[in-house]
């Protein structure tokens, strides 16, 4: 192995406090891509102590196999998805009230593609929109 050679590319981010990040909200989609091999996005969040979120990754074009993992505000990782269209987070529990990190990436490391990111509380929603059962006449 010691005499193989070749490119390669290497990604470096921190945990807490990430730099380069983009900001999303609870109940927002954002497009991202994913350009060259090893590269990892990075979105922030503010969350409350005991808050319950879902995140879910989905491609959109390319051979891209979705990952997506979520950080406490001290950096230790607490949750995380993949898939090979999509990556869904169905509960993570958030322990303490701070400023939280999502990564986002190719589980291969190698793959490129077009992606949406979507971020949900899952009590205390907001404004939900109701919805109204209804029987169809016989």
């Not at 050679?5 to 609870?26: C, H, K, M, V, W």
């Amino acid at each position: 192995a010691a005499s193989r050679t070749g490119d390669y590319y290497l990604y470096l981010q921190r945990l807490d406090n990430p730099s380069n990040s983009e900001s999303i909200a609870f109940g927002q989609t954002l497009p991202g891509s994913i350009l060259k091999a090893a590269q990892i996005n990075t979105y922030t969040f503010t969350a409350n102590a005991g808050s319950e979120v879902l995140v879910t990754m989905t491609t959109d074009e390319g051979d891209l196999r979705p990952g997506i993992r979520v950080y406490g505000p001290d950096g230790a990782q607490l949750c995380q998805a993949s898939g090979l269209s999509s990556a869904e987070i169905a509960n993570c529990t958030l322990e303490s009230a701070g400023t939280y990190s999502i990564l986002t990436f190719d589980t291969a490391a190698s793959r490129t593609g077009d992606y949406h990111l979507y971020l949900q509380r899952l009590r205390s929603t907001g404004s939900p929109e109701p919805i109204v059962f209804r029987r169809n006449p016989i």
